[in-house]
Protein backbone atom coordinates (compact mmCIF):
# COMPACT_ATOMS: atom_id res chain seq x y z
CA UNK A 1 0.00 0.00 0.00
CA UNK A 2 3.07 2.46 1.01
CA UNK A 3 4.39 1.61 -2.54
CA UNK A 4 1.60 2.58 -4.33
CA UNK A 5 1.01 5.56 -2.51
CA UNK A 6 4.29 6.67 -2.99
CA UNK A 7 4.20 5.68 -6.77
CA UNK A 8 1.19 8.11 -6.88
CA UNK A 9 2.86 11.07 -5.85
CA UNK A 10 5.57 10.65 -8.14
CA UNK A 11 3.49 10.25 -11.09
CA UNK A 12 1.66 13.74 -9.55
CA UNK A 13 5.07 15.29 -9.32
CA UNK A 14 6.10 14.15 -12.83
CA UNK A 15 3.04 15.54 -14.03
CA UNK A 16 3.15 18.73 -12.48
CA UNK A 17 6.90 19.15 -13.45
CA UNK A 18 5.69 18.62 -17.17
CA UNK A 19 2.86 21.03 -17.14
CA UNK A 20 5.05 23.48 -15.36
CA UNK A 21 7.65 23.12 -18.20
CA UNK A 22 5.10 23.48 -20.41
CA UNK A 23 4.07 27.01 -19.16
CA UNK A 24 7.49 27.81 -18.67
CA UNK A 25 8.30 27.25 -22.37
CA UNK A 26 5.24 29.34 -23.27
CA UNK A 27 5.63 31.89 -21.22
CA UNK A 28 9.37 31.77 -22.66
CA UNK A 29 7.99 32.14 -26.20
CA UNK A 30 6.03 35.68 -25.16
CA UNK A 31 9.24 37.26 -23.19
CA UNK A 32 12.27 35.95 -21.87
CA UNK A 33 11.20 36.05 -18.84
CA UNK A 34 13.28 35.23 -15.66
CA UNK A 35 14.23 31.99 -14.79
CA UNK A 36 11.11 30.16 -13.06
CA UNK A 37 11.18 26.91 -10.64
CA UNK A 38 7.65 25.00 -9.91
CA UNK A 39 6.23 26.49 -6.86
CA UNK A 40 8.62 28.85 -6.10
CA UNK A 41 8.34 30.92 -9.52
CA UNK A 42 11.34 33.36 -9.76
CA UNK A 43 11.80 33.72 -5.83
CA UNK A 44 15.37 32.41 -6.32
CA UNK A 45 16.00 35.52 -9.37
CA UNK A 46 13.76 37.73 -7.53
CA UNK A 47 16.19 37.45 -4.58
CA UNK A 48 19.41 37.39 -6.09
CA UNK A 49 18.33 40.75 -8.09
CA UNK A 50 16.57 42.49 -4.99
CA UNK A 51 18.77 45.19 -4.84
CA UNK A 52 18.66 45.85 -8.42
CA UNK A 53 14.91 45.46 -9.31
CA UNK A 54 14.90 48.12 -11.98
CA UNK A 55 18.29 47.12 -14.05
CA UNK A 56 17.38 43.82 -13.82
CA UNK A 57 13.48 44.59 -15.38
CA UNK A 58 15.38 46.86 -17.62
CA UNK A 59 17.54 44.26 -19.05
CA UNK A 60 15.00 41.20 -19.16
CA UNK A 61 13.19 43.86 -21.15
CA UNK A 62 15.32 44.92 -23.41
CA UNK A 63 16.53 41.17 -24.07
CA UNK A 64 13.06 40.00 -25.15
CA UNK A 65 11.87 40.36 -29.00
CA UNK A 66 8.76 41.94 -27.99
CA UNK A 67 9.80 43.58 -24.75
CA UNK A 68 7.91 41.77 -22.89
CA UNK A 69 8.43 39.51 -20.31
CA UNK A 70 6.47 37.14 -18.13
CA UNK A 71 7.56 36.79 -14.05
CA UNK A 72 5.56 33.97 -12.27
CA UNK A 73 5.61 34.96 -8.43
CA UNK A 74 5.32 32.80 -5.73
CA UNK A 75 1.87 32.44 -4.34
CA UNK A 76 0.12 35.22 -6.65
CA UNK A 77 -0.64 35.10 -10.31
CA UNK A 78 1.40 35.87 -13.68
CA UNK A 79 2.71 39.37 -14.01
CA UNK A 80 3.31 40.57 -17.78
CA UNK A 81 5.62 43.08 -17.49
CA UNK A 82 6.15 45.20 -20.60
CA UNK A 83 7.55 48.20 -22.15
CA UNK A 84 5.99 47.85 -25.86
CA UNK A 85 4.54 51.22 -26.79
CA UNK A 86 1.62 49.06 -28.31
CA UNK A 87 0.87 47.28 -26.01
CA UNK A 88 0.96 50.03 -23.41
CA UNK A 89 -1.76 52.17 -25.69
CA UNK A 90 -3.33 48.80 -25.35
CA UNK A 91 -4.23 48.47 -21.93
CA UNK A 92 -4.38 52.13 -20.99
CA UNK A 93 -6.74 52.90 -24.19
CA UNK A 94 -7.49 50.71 -26.63
CA UNK A 95 -8.80 48.03 -24.20
CA UNK A 96 -9.11 49.63 -21.21
CA UNK A 97 -12.28 48.18 -19.92
CA UNK A 98 -10.49 45.01 -19.22
CA UNK A 99 -7.59 46.95 -17.22
CA UNK A 100 -9.14 48.26 -14.08
CA UNK A 101 -6.23 48.23 -11.22
CA UNK A 102 -8.30 45.48 -10.01
CA UNK A 103 -8.98 44.07 -5.89
CA UNK A 104 -4.69 43.53 -5.38
CA UNK A 105 -4.12 46.93 -6.34
CA UNK A 106 -7.07 48.31 -4.29
CA UNK A 107 -5.89 46.00 -1.23
CA UNK A 108 -2.80 47.23 -1.07
CA UNK A 109 -3.97 50.95 -0.93
CA UNK A 110 -7.61 50.74 0.53
CA UNK A 111 -6.01 51.23 3.99
CA UNK A 112 -4.76 54.76 3.40
CA UNK A 113 -6.69 55.69 -0.15
CA UNK A 114 -10.12 54.20 0.51
CA UNK A 115 -12.23 54.82 -1.94
CA UNK A 116 -10.30 57.72 -3.35
CA UNK A 117 -9.85 58.15 -6.83
CA UNK A 118 -6.81 56.89 -7.16
CA UNK A 119 -7.91 53.41 -5.91
CA UNK A 120 -11.37 52.76 -7.56
CA UNK A 121 -12.52 51.37 -10.60
CA UNK A 122 -15.82 51.52 -12.54
CA UNK A 123 -18.92 53.87 -12.54
CA UNK A 124 -17.36 55.17 -8.29
CA UNK A 125 -14.43 56.04 -10.57
CA UNK A 126 -15.90 57.61 -13.33
CA UNK A 127 -18.32 59.57 -11.08
CA UNK A 128 -14.72 60.77 -9.11
CA UNK A 129 -13.00 61.39 -12.42
CA UNK A 130 -15.87 63.69 -13.62
CA UNK A 131 -15.80 65.71 -10.51
CA UNK A 132 -12.32 66.31 -9.96
CA UNK A 133 -11.34 67.16 -13.32
CA UNK A 134 -14.55 69.90 -13.09
CA UNK A 135 -12.78 71.50 -10.40
CA UNK A 136 -8.95 71.22 -11.88
CA UNK A 137 -10.47 73.36 -15.01
CA UNK A 138 -11.85 75.80 -12.43
CA UNK A 139 -10.06 78.89 -13.02
CA UNK A 140 -10.18 79.83 -8.89
CA UNK A 141 -8.34 76.60 -8.04
CA UNK A 142 -5.63 77.20 -10.61
CA UNK A 143 -5.39 80.96 -8.85
CA UNK A 144 -5.26 79.77 -5.78
CA UNK A 145 -2.04 77.24 -6.85
CA UNK A 146 -0.34 80.49 -8.44
CA UNK A 147 -0.86 82.33 -5.41
CA UNK A 148 0.61 79.53 -2.97
CA UNK A 149 3.36 78.99 -5.08
CA UNK A 150 4.37 82.50 -5.06
CA UNK A 151 3.91 83.00 -1.16
CA UNK A 152 5.72 79.94 -0.36
CA UNK A 153 8.74 80.54 -2.59
CA UNK A 154 9.19 84.21 -1.31
CA UNK A 155 8.53 83.54 2.31
CA UNK A 156 10.29 79.89 2.95
CA UNK A 157 11.95 78.42 -0.47
CA UNK A 158 14.26 81.78 -1.19
CA UNK A 159 15.11 82.65 2.56
CA UNK A 160 15.90 79.19 3.02
CA UNK A 161 18.45 78.61 0.31
CA UNK A 162 19.59 82.06 0.80
CA UNK A 163 20.37 81.25 4.15
CA UNK A 164 22.61 78.34 2.96
CA UNK A 165 24.05 80.28 0.93
CA UNK A 166 25.17 82.69 3.67
CA UNK A 167 26.56 80.20 5.90
CA UNK A 168 28.52 77.98 3.15
CA UNK A 169 26.53 75.14 4.48
CA UNK A 170 25.37 72.10 2.94
CA UNK A 171 21.46 71.51 2.21
CA UNK A 172 19.43 68.60 1.06
CA UNK A 173 17.63 69.42 -1.75
CA UNK A 174 15.22 66.79 -2.11
CA UNK A 175 14.33 67.56 1.23
CA UNK A 176 13.88 70.86 0.90
CA UNK A 177 11.91 70.31 -2.19
CA UNK A 178 9.50 67.44 -0.40
CA UNK A 179 8.79 69.55 2.25
CA UNK A 180 7.85 72.40 -0.17
CA UNK A 181 5.83 71.12 -2.46
CA UNK A 182 3.82 69.35 1.18
CA UNK A 183 2.78 72.74 1.97
CA UNK A 184 1.48 73.95 -1.47
CA UNK A 185 -0.36 70.57 -2.01
CA UNK A 186 -1.82 70.95 1.54
CA UNK A 187 -2.43 74.75 1.21
CA UNK A 188 -4.33 73.67 -2.30
CA UNK A 189 -5.92 70.74 -1.13
CA UNK A 190 -6.89 71.07 2.53
CA UNK A 191 -6.62 75.45 2.59
CA UNK A 192 -4.01 74.62 5.80
CA UNK A 193 -0.75 75.47 5.95
CA UNK A 194 1.45 72.74 7.62
CA UNK A 195 4.77 74.79 7.95
CA UNK A 196 6.81 72.31 6.94
CA UNK A 197 9.62 74.67 5.06
CA UNK A 198 11.12 77.72 6.47
CA UNK A 199 14.53 79.07 6.15
CA UNK A 200 15.58 77.66 9.87
CA UNK A 201 14.88 73.94 8.25
CA UNK A 202 13.51 72.24 11.50
CA UNK A 203 15.01 68.63 11.77
CA UNK A 204 11.61 66.81 12.18
CA UNK A 205 8.91 67.24 9.64
CA UNK A 206 5.13 68.06 11.20
CA UNK A 207 3.22 64.76 12.61
CA UNK A 208 1.05 65.12 9.71
CA UNK A 209 3.94 65.26 7.30
CA UNK A 210 5.61 62.44 8.91
CA UNK A 211 2.38 60.17 9.05
CA UNK A 212 1.84 60.82 5.19
CA UNK A 213 5.87 59.96 4.99
CA UNK A 214 5.48 56.66 7.19
CA UNK A 215 2.12 55.22 5.66
CA UNK A 216 4.07 55.87 1.82
CA UNK A 217 7.25 53.83 2.89
CA UNK A 218 4.82 50.82 4.51
CA UNK A 219 2.45 50.72 1.26
CA UNK A 220 5.50 50.94 -1.44
CA UNK A 221 7.06 48.10 0.72
CA UNK A 222 3.70 46.02 0.38
CA UNK A 223 3.54 46.44 -3.58
CA UNK A 224 7.46 45.63 -3.72
CA UNK A 225 6.69 42.07 -1.58
CA UNK A 226 7.33 39.05 -3.45
CA UNK A 227 5.15 37.23 -1.12
CA UNK A 228 1.82 39.47 -0.54
CA UNK A 229 0.40 36.54 2.06
CA UNK A 230 3.51 37.64 4.89
CA UNK A 231 2.17 41.68 5.27
CA UNK A 232 -1.40 40.44 5.14
CA UNK A 233 -0.79 38.19 7.40
CA UNK A 234 0.92 41.05 9.75
CA UNK A 235 -1.99 43.05 9.09
CA UNK A 236 -4.22 40.43 10.13
CA UNK A 237 -2.19 40.22 13.43
CA UNK A 238 -2.03 43.68 13.86
CA UNK A 239 2.21 43.39 14.37
CA UNK A 240 5.35 45.07 13.57
CA UNK A 241 5.34 47.12 10.53
CA UNK A 242 1.60 46.95 9.93
CA UNK A 243 0.55 47.99 13.25
CA UNK A 244 2.40 50.97 12.90
CA UNK A 245 0.43 52.16 9.15
CA UNK A 246 -2.62 51.46 11.27
CA UNK A 247 -1.43 54.15 13.59
CA UNK A 248 -0.04 56.12 10.58
CA UNK A 249 -3.48 55.81 8.65
CA UNK A 250 -5.50 57.24 12.31
CA UNK A 251 -3.35 60.52 12.45
CA UNK A 252 -3.98 61.34 8.82
CA UNK A 253 -7.71 60.14 9.17
CA UNK A 254 -8.46 62.07 11.78
CA UNK A 255 -6.66 65.59 10.78
CA UNK A 256 -8.61 65.55 7.39
CA UNK A 257 -11.65 64.88 9.28
CA UNK A 258 -11.37 67.34 11.88
CA UNK A 259 -11.12 70.03 8.85
CA UNK A 260 -13.97 68.93 6.64
CA UNK A 261 -15.75 69.19 10.39
CA UNK A 262 -14.18 72.75 10.82
CA UNK A 263 -14.99 73.69 7.24
CA UNK A 264 -18.63 72.67 7.77
CA UNK A 265 -19.08 74.44 10.64
CA UNK A 266 -17.34 77.64 9.61
CA UNK A 267 -19.59 77.39 6.24
CA UNK A 268 -22.71 77.52 8.37
CA UNK A 269 -21.67 80.16 10.15
CA UNK A 270 -20.66 81.89 7.08
CA UNK A 271 -24.25 81.23 5.65
CA UNK A 272 -26.00 82.16 8.74
CA UNK A 273 -24.11 85.85 8.61
CA UNK A 274 -24.64 85.95 4.49
CA UNK A 275 -20.97 86.27 3.91
CA UNK A 276 -20.90 85.53 0.64
CA UNK A 277 -16.97 84.57 0.73
CA UNK A 278 -15.52 81.08 -0.29
CA UNK A 279 -12.35 78.69 0.03
CA UNK A 280 -10.77 78.05 -3.47
CA UNK A 281 -9.17 74.86 -1.81
CA UNK A 282 -10.32 71.37 -2.95
CA UNK A 283 -11.52 70.16 0.61
CA UNK A 284 -13.82 73.14 0.59
CA UNK A 285 -15.21 72.77 -2.82
CA UNK A 286 -16.05 69.33 -2.37
CA UNK A 287 -18.02 70.05 0.72
CA UNK A 288 -20.24 72.27 -1.61
CA UNK A 289 -20.51 69.38 -3.98
CA UNK A 290 -21.97 67.72 -1.19
CA UNK A 291 -20.46 64.78 -0.75
CA UNK A 292 -19.86 62.39 2.36
CA UNK A 293 -17.56 63.29 4.68
CA UNK A 294 -15.26 59.58 4.37
CA UNK A 295 -15.64 60.22 0.70
CA UNK A 296 -14.19 63.76 0.91
CA UNK A 297 -11.57 62.31 3.14
CA UNK A 298 -10.64 59.64 1.14
CA UNK A 299 -10.62 62.10 -2.29
CA UNK A 300 -8.65 64.80 -0.83
CA UNK A 301 -5.95 62.19 0.66
CA UNK A 302 -5.64 60.85 -2.48
CA UNK A 303 -4.72 64.04 -4.09
CA UNK A 304 -2.15 64.63 -1.92
CA UNK A 305 -0.47 61.46 -1.93
CA UNK A 306 -0.46 62.00 -5.75
CA UNK A 307 0.85 65.77 -5.33
CA UNK A 308 2.93 65.23 -2.54
CA UNK A 309 6.48 64.20 -3.97
CA UNK A 310 6.10 63.62 -7.67
CA UNK A 311 7.04 66.71 -8.22
CA UNK A 312 9.55 66.91 -5.76
CA UNK A 313 10.93 63.73 -7.15
CA UNK A 314 11.24 65.08 -10.84
CA UNK A 315 13.18 68.66 -9.83
CA UNK A 316 15.56 66.66 -7.35
CA UNK A 317 16.54 64.77 -10.48
CA UNK A 318 16.51 67.63 -12.68
CA UNK A 319 18.48 69.57 -10.28
CA UNK A 320 20.94 67.10 -10.25
CA UNK A 321 21.15 66.24 -14.42
CA UNK A 322 22.05 69.85 -14.68
CA UNK A 323 24.94 69.92 -12.19
CA UNK A 324 26.26 67.00 -14.96
CA UNK A 325 25.13 68.82 -17.39
CA UNK A 326 26.32 72.27 -17.54
CA UNK A 327 25.38 73.06 -21.12
CA UNK A 328 21.92 72.01 -20.56
CA UNK A 329 21.86 74.46 -17.16
CA UNK A 330 22.65 78.02 -19.32
CA UNK A 331 20.44 76.94 -21.69
CA UNK A 332 17.97 77.05 -19.57
CA UNK A 333 19.36 79.94 -17.44
CA UNK A 334 19.15 81.77 -21.28
CA UNK A 335 15.77 81.03 -21.52
CA UNK A 336 14.85 82.81 -18.06
CA UNK A 337 16.71 85.59 -19.01
CA UNK A 338 14.69 85.91 -22.30
CA UNK A 339 11.64 86.63 -20.41
CA UNK A 340 9.84 83.10 -20.78
CA UNK A 341 9.19 83.16 -17.08
CA UNK A 342 7.16 85.31 -17.20
CA UNK A 343 9.03 87.45 -14.88
CA UNK A 344 8.95 85.43 -11.61
CA UNK A 345 5.43 84.57 -11.82
CA UNK A 346 3.47 81.28 -11.12
CA UNK A 347 2.04 80.79 -14.68
CA UNK A 348 3.61 82.77 -16.98
CA UNK A 349 6.30 79.46 -17.74
CA UNK A 350 4.18 77.45 -20.28
CA UNK A 351 6.48 78.86 -23.78
CA UNK A 352 9.91 78.06 -21.77
CA UNK A 353 10.14 75.09 -24.68
CA UNK A 354 13.45 74.39 -23.55
CA UNK A 355 12.62 74.05 -19.80
CA UNK A 356 9.70 72.18 -20.41
CA UNK A 357 12.17 69.53 -22.93
CA UNK A 358 14.51 70.00 -19.91
CA UNK A 359 12.46 68.03 -17.25
CA UNK A 360 10.88 65.86 -19.59
CA UNK A 361 13.78 64.62 -20.51
CA UNK A 362 14.63 64.06 -16.81
CA UNK A 363 11.29 62.06 -16.30
CA UNK A 364 12.17 59.93 -19.10
CA UNK A 365 14.61 59.12 -17.45
CA UNK A 366 13.87 59.17 -13.58
CA UNK A 367 10.40 58.82 -13.47
CA UNK A 368 8.50 60.11 -10.25
CA UNK A 369 6.32 56.55 -10.55
CA UNK A 370 8.68 53.61 -11.60
CA UNK A 371 5.56 51.56 -12.78
CA UNK A 372 1.77 50.90 -12.94
CA UNK A 373 0.27 47.74 -12.98
CA UNK A 374 -3.61 46.78 -13.59
CA UNK A 375 -5.53 43.44 -13.30
CA UNK A 376 -6.91 41.90 -16.36
CA UNK A 377 -10.82 41.14 -16.16
CA UNK A 378 -10.74 38.77 -18.68
CA UNK A 379 -8.32 36.69 -21.20
CA UNK A 380 -6.57 38.91 -23.88
CA UNK A 381 -3.93 38.95 -26.33
CA UNK A 382 -1.63 41.48 -26.31
CA UNK A 383 -0.32 43.89 -29.76
CA UNK A 384 2.95 41.75 -29.38
CA UNK A 385 1.20 38.48 -29.27
CA UNK A 386 1.46 37.95 -25.33
CA UNK A 387 -1.56 35.70 -23.93
CA UNK A 388 -3.20 37.38 -20.73
CA UNK A 389 -5.16 35.35 -18.71
CA UNK A 390 -8.23 36.46 -16.48
CA UNK A 391 -6.78 37.65 -12.52
CA UNK A 392 -3.64 37.92 -14.25
CA UNK A 393 -1.14 41.80 -13.30
CA UNK A 394 -0.53 42.98 -16.24
CA UNK A 395 2.70 46.09 -15.64
CA UNK A 396 3.91 48.42 -17.65
CA UNK A 397 7.08 49.86 -16.79
CA UNK A 398 8.16 53.63 -16.94
CA UNK A 399 11.35 53.20 -16.19
CA UNK A 400 12.42 50.71 -18.39
CA UNK A 401 10.86 52.46 -20.99
CA UNK A 402 12.58 55.57 -20.87
CA UNK A 403 15.98 52.92 -21.45
CA UNK A 404 14.60 50.99 -24.68
CA UNK A 405 17.00 52.02 -27.42
CA UNK A 406 13.59 50.53 -29.52
CA UNK A 407 12.12 53.24 -28.70
CA UNK A 408 14.54 56.22 -28.42
CA UNK A 409 17.46 54.99 -30.42
CA UNK A 410 20.88 53.98 -29.82
CA UNK A 411 21.01 57.16 -27.56
CA UNK A 412 18.42 56.16 -25.50
CA UNK A 413 20.50 56.37 -21.81
CA UNK A 414 21.54 59.99 -22.65
CA UNK A 415 20.39 63.40 -21.21
CA UNK A 416 19.64 64.95 -24.05
CA UNK A 417 17.08 67.93 -25.36
CA UNK A 418 17.34 67.39 -28.96
CA UNK A 419 14.28 64.28 -28.54
CA UNK A 420 12.13 66.75 -27.41
CA UNK A 421 12.75 70.05 -29.17
CA UNK A 422 13.05 68.55 -32.87
CA UNK A 423 9.68 68.58 -33.82
CA UNK A 424 8.23 72.49 -33.14
CA UNK A 425 4.82 73.29 -34.19
CA UNK A 426 3.99 77.18 -34.57
CA UNK A 427 1.57 77.55 -32.08
CA UNK A 428 1.24 75.09 -30.29
CA UNK A 429 1.81 74.99 -26.24
CA UNK A 430 4.58 73.82 -25.18
CA UNK A 431 3.19 70.28 -23.43
CA UNK A 432 2.62 69.71 -27.43
CA UNK A 433 5.79 70.87 -29.16
CA UNK A 434 7.79 67.50 -28.48
CA UNK A 435 5.25 64.86 -30.56
CA UNK A 436 6.30 62.22 -28.53
CA UNK A 437 3.01 59.66 -27.77
CA UNK A 438 1.76 59.31 -24.05
CA UNK A 439 1.91 55.49 -25.04
CA UNK A 440 5.79 55.84 -25.37
CA UNK A 441 5.90 57.88 -22.20
CA UNK A 442 3.42 57.20 -19.91
CA UNK A 443 4.67 59.66 -17.20
CA UNK A 444 1.32 60.65 -16.85
CA UNK A 445 -0.31 57.59 -17.61
CA UNK A 446 -2.26 57.97 -20.67
CA UNK A 447 -6.01 57.24 -22.57
CA UNK A 448 -8.59 57.75 -19.98
CA UNK A 449 -6.38 58.11 -16.31
CA UNK A 450 -4.44 60.65 -18.12
CA UNK A 451 -3.02 62.32 -14.84
CA UNK A 452 -5.48 65.22 -14.26
CA UNK A 453 -2.88 67.43 -12.29
CA UNK A 454 -0.40 67.15 -15.55
CA UNK A 455 -0.70 70.89 -16.56
CA UNK A 456 -1.00 71.94 -12.57
CA UNK A 457 2.53 69.85 -12.05
CA UNK A 458 4.32 71.16 -15.06
CA UNK A 459 3.22 75.20 -13.43
CA UNK A 460 4.93 73.86 -10.02
CA UNK A 461 8.06 72.27 -11.75
CA UNK A 462 8.66 75.27 -13.87
CA UNK A 463 8.14 77.95 -11.08
CA UNK A 464 10.30 76.21 -9.09
CA UNK A 465 12.94 75.13 -11.29
CA UNK A 466 13.19 78.79 -12.90
CA UNK A 467 12.69 80.58 -9.32
CA UNK A 468 16.17 78.18 -7.86
CA UNK A 469 17.90 78.87 -11.17
CA UNK A 470 17.60 82.26 -11.61
CA UNK A 471 18.91 83.20 -7.90
CA UNK A 472 21.44 80.44 -6.99
CA UNK A 473 24.04 77.64 -8.49
CA UNK A 474 24.19 74.22 -6.76
CA UNK A 475 26.89 71.76 -6.72
CA UNK A 476 26.89 68.57 -5.73
CA UNK A 477 28.65 67.64 -2.13
CA UNK A 478 30.12 64.84 -3.77
CA UNK A 479 30.52 65.59 -7.63
CA UNK A 480 31.54 61.70 -8.36
CA UNK A 481 28.49 60.12 -6.98
CA UNK A 482 25.75 58.66 -8.76
CA UNK A 483 22.61 58.34 -7.09
CA UNK A 484 20.52 55.03 -7.03
CA UNK A 485 16.88 55.48 -7.60
CA UNK A 486 14.70 54.45 -5.34
CA UNK A 487 11.03 53.39 -6.51
CA UNK A 488 8.90 53.41 -3.44
CA UNK A 489 5.08 54.89 -4.56
CA UNK A 490 7.15 57.85 -5.77
CA UNK A 491 10.88 57.55 -7.08
CA UNK A 492 13.40 58.71 -4.21
CA UNK A 493 17.12 59.40 -4.77
CA UNK A 494 18.33 57.43 -1.88
CA UNK A 495 20.41 59.41 0.74
CA UNK A 496 19.10 62.55 -1.25
CA UNK A 497 20.80 65.70 -3.07
CA UNK A 498 23.36 67.64 -1.20
CA UNK A 499 24.58 70.39 -2.33
CA UNK A 500 26.37 73.92 -1.91
CA UNK A 501 24.34 76.69 -2.19
CA UNK A 502 25.85 79.82 -4.25
CA UNK A 503 24.04 82.80 -4.66
CA UNK A 504 24.61 84.70 -8.62
CA UNK A 505 23.51 87.25 -10.33
CA UNK A 506 21.65 85.65 -13.48
CA UNK A 507 22.79 87.97 -15.95
CA UNK A 508 26.75 88.02 -15.13
CA UNK A 509 26.37 83.90 -14.81
CA UNK A 510 25.00 83.54 -18.55
CA UNK A 511 27.61 86.64 -20.14
CA UNK A 512 30.83 84.99 -18.98
CA UNK A 513 30.45 81.92 -21.05
CA UNK A 514 29.58 83.86 -23.65
CA UNK A 515 32.33 86.40 -23.82
CA UNK A 516 34.84 83.45 -23.13
CA UNK A 517 33.54 82.33 -26.95
CA UNK A 518 30.88 79.61 -26.48
CA UNK A 519 29.94 76.71 -24.41
Request: net charge positive.
Amino acid sequence: MMICYMLWWLVACCLLFLLYGAKLRSGWSHGHGPRSYPVIGCLVAFYQNRRRLLDWYTELLAASPTQTIVVDRLGARPTVVTANPANVEHILKGNFGNYPKGKPFTDILGDLLGTGIFNVDGELWYAQRKLVSHEFSARALRELEFAVLEDEARSRLVPALSLAAARGAAVDMQDLLRRFSFDVICRVSLGVDPGCLDPALPAAPPRLAAAFDAAAGIIARRGAAPVAAVWKAKRALGIGSERRLREEIAVIHEAVMDLIHIRKKERGLNQVAGDGGRRSDLLSRMIECGYPDEAIRDMVISFIMAGRDTTSSALTWFFWLLTRHRGVEREVLEEIAGGGAGGGAAGGQGRMRTLHAALCETMRLYPPVAWDSKHAAAGDVLPDGTRVERGDRVTYFQYGMGRMESIWGADAGDFSLKRWLKLPEEGAPAAAVAGVSPFKYPVFQAGPRTCLGKEMAFVQMKFVASTVLRRFELAPVDEGRVPVFLPLMTAHMAGGLNVTVRSRDLVDQIAAPAAAGGN
